[in-house]
């Protein structure tokens, strides 16, 4: 599972993302989650997996735009995820973007 993720996210990051054809699994968010991507992967038993991404144009100190894995969640075959969980995204999303330079990893 970490395998594809990260080969997807490295796919994503050398396109560039903005103009990344996604194959079903880079998809940019809408509604309250438009400015956000999501890179999908199913496991067994066709679990979701999903990574909550920003692209970041804005981060100080840094050459380029950053491809930013915000954090990243799970949900059973045919289920959604709850508004609650999509609100702790954009919240985690505020707290990395109010600080600049960035905290990176």
Do not use: I
């Not at 956000?36 to 970041?56: I, S, T």
């Not at 919240?91 to 960035?102: A, I, M, Q, S, T």
């Amino acid at each position: 599972m970490q395998a594809k993720f990260w080969a997807r996210l490295v796919a994503v990051a050398t396109a560039p993302p903005h103009k990344f054809a996604g194959g079903g699994y880079w998809e940019a968010m809408k509604g309250d989650m438009a400015g956000w991507f999501e890179v999908r992967v199913d496991g067994p038993g066709r679990h979701h997996y999903r990574l909550f991404c920003l692209l970041d144009n804005a981060a100080e100190g840094v050459e380029r735009p950053l491809l930013v894995v915000v954090c990243g969640l799970d949900k059973p075959f045919r289920t959604t995820l709850s508004s609650a969980e999509y609100a702790g995204v954009r919240e985690l999303g505020r707290e990395y973007l109010k600080r600049n330079p960035r905290p990176l990893a």
